[in-house]
């Protein structure tokens, strides 16, 4: 009897151990699925969406779909997402997945999420990707950035910030400032599609783009360039 359960407890914890990098791998794919899907729908809006002045000259695009909210308006709450930088030769770089946690900002009342869109726009920005984490504020800060296809208005002072951010909760897009937060690299996600490959050699393009992810990227080289 003893045997029998210590066998029964040893084939829990193999399938146990064979589940987790399944549900991993089931998660990360939803995520690079659902970013798509939330960049696409933010981009086609008619009257909305990111001016394309300013998405082809970001150097990076952040997508966090469903970050929560907790309590009144963010804080504490984090949001998983992908980033994927452009690459020398043209054409973006594989998605890395991190997270985006501790982040501070208004959100529609009633609304218990929002879907995030952050754009680093320079080198230095994508640099400090590189990192395990990287604190938003000061040198990081992220800005409101404007909001429609003819927003020139104000261009010439949108990209001269390093980091602009936007946000769409119940329908409704715009640009926000986030105050404090954390972004992070989710290891387990990254470890599960890239093996052993670092940070840098994702965003530089030493990694083989995943099937995975040809519909965000798509997106990417039809609306950045």
């Not at 990360?28 to 300013?54: C, N, T, W, Y």
């Not at 469903?66 to 984090?78: I, V, W």
């Amino acid at each position: 009897m003893r045997r029998s359960a210590s066998l029964l407890a040893a084939g829990c914890a193999a399938a146990a151990l064979f589940a987790a990098p399944a549900a991993q791998a089931q998660k990360a794919l939803q995520r690079l699925q659902a970013s798509a899907k939330v960049f696409h729908e933010i981009m086609d809006a008619p009257d909305g969406g990111i001016p394309d002045v300013i998405l082809k000259h970001a150097q990076c695009v952040m997508i966090v779909p469903g970050y929560k909210k907790a309590g009144f308006g963010f804080g504490g709450e984090m949001g998983r997402g992908v980033v994927t930088c452009r690459l020398h030769g043209g054409g973006w770089s594989a998605p890395l997945f991190v997270s985006l946690g501790g982040a501070s900002f208004g959100l529609q009342i009633g609304a218990q999420e929002s879907d995030v869109v952050m754009l680093i726009m320079n080198r230095k920005g994508e640099d400090s990707l590189l990192k395990d984490q990287v604190s938003l504020g000061g040198d990081m800060a992220a800005t409101a950035g404007p909001v429609g296809r003819d927003a020139d208005a104000q261009t010439d002072l949108r990209m001269r910030a390093k980091m602009l951010a936007y946000s769409r909760s119940r329908g409704l897009f715009g640009g926000l400032t986030i105050k404090g937060g954390v972004i992070k690299q989710d290891h387990d996600s990254n470890r599960w599609l890239y093996k052993n490959a670092t940070a840098e050699q994702i965003l530089d393009g030493k990694t083989a783009r995943p099937e995975a992810a040809s519909s965000l990227l798509q997106e990417l080289d039809h609306r950045a360039g």
